[in-house]
């Protein structure tokens, strides 16, 4: 039995957007129980409810945000069944787009239909949240943090770090444009700066932390403040992918 | 901007010091400076703003920065033109640069694949054997010279 879990849309076009993927699953036959999240029931309170109710197929559907919020649910509170989870990202900029290798949310439904499920593995940003995308620090200048991965430790000057589900990590420092007008210009045309400097990692176990507190972001929401532990969580999740070109990116 | 997962290794950026052990399976590049081990299958590239203190490990070895200790690259090892090693090589194929700095001591596997100054107890015992045979003729000749 599949479980629709639908993003609260922000806007009549989103609704209606939402509507056509309703119409999309129907003609594929994958039709299912659909709910809607909203300020009176949270994305993971419908997952808990979904899998209480004993649904094996959990769909979210929505931004990466609401896509990860469902995914440190079922992940932090699991069924005693085998249970799968279909995603259908629905904004243009998704990172699961990309990672996911569909174009548009129709290749994301025929996705489901097929389902090929394929283990996968998660972050956990101590003490229990969990995400499939990425967690992100960003500031806007340069800071110092230390790093602590596995046998390392490391100092680097950044504007930005993101670590993925499988714990790549991934270290940004930009170009400080010395031009007042041309930054403005950029900030207005909302250009980022170019990177000057970047740094690759990979690791199991990972802990931040900065001499200010930085904020860590999920999607759009801040999950905790450095000092921060990161762990990798291996094939904590059967995830429903798209046949033949989909690849567990899998250490 | 979302990360090409599996195309990279690791990358040590020019704005990060790091201590400790680094092992990739896939290539390493280093930028920065690194006080501690380097080891890695497939390449490891220092470039020209890196500083290493500490052993490097890897299949393919290419040194534009500094190395301080020592170097072992299983297939080939090439320092640039403004490369320095302070430490021993060991490798199978060395290739220095004009100009590049080198302290240190290399070892090289021979053509057919010993060590230099490793010799099999067989060959070991016919060059004893030849070197006593040549050594007993000069002693007639001389013994002959003599008389």
Known sequence: ?251 | MAMKQQDVGTIVGSSVHLTGIIKDTSDIVIYGSVEGEIHSEQKIIIEESAFIKGPVNGGEVVISGTVVGTITAKNRLELNQNGTIKGNIDTAELLIHAGATFIGKSNMPDKKGTEKGIVHEGEFAAEVEEASEEKDEEKEEKEKDAS
Request: glycine share 6%.
């Open chain 1, 1 to 251: 039995m599949y479980y629709y879990i639908f993003a609260s849309p922000k806007s009549p076009a989103e609704r209606a957007y939402f509507g056509r993927i309703r119409d999309i699953v129907r003609e594929f036959g994958i039709s299912g129980e659909m709910t809607q999240a909203s300020p009176a029931r949270s994305p993971e309170e419908l997952a808990k409810m979904g899998l209480e109710k004993g649904n094996t197929t959990i769909i979210a559907v929505g931004s990466d945000t609401h896509v990860n919020k469902i995914v440190s649910q079922v992940v932090k509170e699991p069924p005693n069944f085998a249970f799968a989870l279909g995603i259908v990202a629905t904004e243009p900029n998704s990172l699961l787009y990309e990672r996911w290798g569909f174009k548009k949310p129709d290749d994301a439904c025929e996705m489901l239909k097929f389902r090929r499920l394929v283990k996968f593995d998660v972050g956990l940003i101590e003490p229990d949240h969990y995400f499939l995308t990425s967690a992100r620090i960003e500031c806007k200048k340069p800071t110092r943090i230390n790093l602590e991965v596995d046998h390392w430790k490391a100092t680097a000057i950044v504007n930005r770090v993101e670590i993925s589900g499988n714990l790549y990590i991934l270290l940004e420092r930009f170009m400080k444009e010395r031009s007042i007008i041309k930054s403005a210009l950029n900030f207005l045309k909302g250009e980022v700066a170019a990177v000057a400097d970047r740094s690759i990692f990979r690791g199991r176990i990972i802990r931040i932390s900065s001499l200010e507190l930085l904020p860590v972001y999920v999607g759009d929401e801040v999950v905790a403040k450095t000092p921060v532990n990161i762990y990798r969580k291996l094939n904590a999740l059967n995830i429903i992918t798209k046949r033949d070109k989909m690849v567990s990116r899998r250490d």
